[in-house]
């Protein structure tokens, strides 16, 4: 792409020199036909950005790239099917302050920017980012936690919050930081994958001066763990900062148990825990990257007892409509009687755990 190294280095030329158009997209990839009639409408729905670090991970020829499917857009995600949703995680209806959601009982989660690095075609905040739709109202959040004495957990999302400079996110942890009910501040971010080079030893204080602060990624394919990836998150751990993944389940991305254990395994190498593997939320136009449920629980099967216990995610669903968040598991309750829960281990083999006796 013509960059010098400093410049590839550098998280201000990587956003100015991001890839929006299909023009600029052509130079690099080779689209498909199909490719570029979703480029020149994709863009009302939600708009195409990705940096040049990612799209140097996607595969130049082949559309059907688990990378590439992620950020470009195919004609599918024009469609509107029936079962979709603008807001299908229905966040809107618990939002009692533009930008703040408060759904459990102890913990918000704050949407606090309404752009992103690259944006991913399976977005489920579709509506909110890209565009002018989210006007987060920072004071009016903060003046509803200092009332709200119950949250004890923040976590701040977007939009992706380590796309804010440092001193706006210095300004926003240290506000949440002076709130005396408030012990766990989280960071939801694609940054580490999709802008590695924003983490800088400067941002790494910043947030590791706001501790405990625990950091959720996302990251779907194990490529995504690049070595400039890598190399941030390790910068991430050493400042003592936990970190956990988020994946979506993505049809033709990632939805294989060979695939789900690779990238556990290289997310633990970079000291990163799995923490949710998310069923895909129906918003307009992700019906292609949708799998059934069976599948989800298929794969959980296949890691729980074959890997360490440390690699496997817990599989949710965020319920439709706005429940919240469901945990789904293969059974190995197999039948509960008076005397014995009946089970079964990660071979299938069946075990009796005998019930103590009432006291
Ligand atoms: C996911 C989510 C949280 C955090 O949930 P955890 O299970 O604690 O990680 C909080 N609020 C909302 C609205 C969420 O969607």
Redesign the pocket.
């Known amino acids: 792409m013509g960059a010098s190294a400093a410049e590839w280095d550098s998280p201000t030329w990587q956003l100015r020199h991001s890839f929006c158009r299909a023009e600029q997209l052509q130079a690099v990839l080779e689209l498909t036909p199909e490719e570029q009639r979703a480029l020149a409408h994709s863009g009302k729905r939600l708009a195409v950005r990705i940096t040049p670090h990612f799209l140097s991970l996607v595969h130049p020829q082949d559309p059907a790239d688990p990378l590439r499917l992620q950020v470009i857009p195919r004609e599918a995600e024009l469609l509107h099917h029936p079962e979709e949703m603008e807001d299908p995680?229905g966040?809107d209806k618990?939002m009692p302050v533009p930008g703040l959601?408060?759904?459990?009982p102890d913990?918000?989660?704050l949407l606090c920017t309404d752009r992103c690095a690259t944006y991913c075609r399976y977005c489920t905040r579709a509506r909110l980012v890209s565009g002018t739709r989210l006007q987060p109202d920072t004071d009016a959040a903060l003046d509803y936690l200092r009332r709200h004495t119950e949250v004890r957990?923040v976590?701040l999302?977007g939009g992706d919050p380590l796309l804010l400079p440092d001193e706006r996110l210095e300004e926003l942890l240290s506000a949440l930081r002076r709130i005396p009910h408030i012990e766990l501040l989280?960071v939801g971010t694609r940054v580490p994958i999709m802008l590695p080079q924003r983490i800088t030893p400067e941002l790494c204080r910043t947030l590791r001066r706001h501790a405990p602060l625990f950091i959720?990624i996302h990251c779907n394919h194990p490529r995504e763990l690049a070595p400039q990836a890598e190399h941030a998150l390790g910068m991430l751990a050493d400042s003592g900062l936990p970190l956990g993944n988020?994946s979506v389940l993505l049809r033709g991305v990632n939805d294989t148990a060979e695939v789900q254990l690779q990238l556990a395994h290289r997310l633990l190498q970079c000291r990163v825990k799995p923490?949710?593997l998310y069923q895909c939320d129906p918003a307009y136009g992700t019906r292609h990257f949708r799998t059934r449920i069976e599948d989800g629980l298929s794969i959980i099967s296949r890691m729980r007892g074959y890997t360490s216990g440390y690699a496997v995610p817990q599989y949710?669903v965020?319920a439709p409509g706005g429940g919240?968040?469901v945990p789904l598991n293969p059974d190995y309750l197999l039948r509960l009687t008076p005397q014995a829960a009946h089970l079964r281990n990660y071979l299938g083999q069946a075990y009796a755990y005998p019930t103590p006796p009432e006291t």
């Open positions: 995680c966040e618990d959601v408060h759904r459990y913990r918000v989660l957990d976590l999302s989280r959720s988020q923490y949710y949710v965020d919240g968040k």
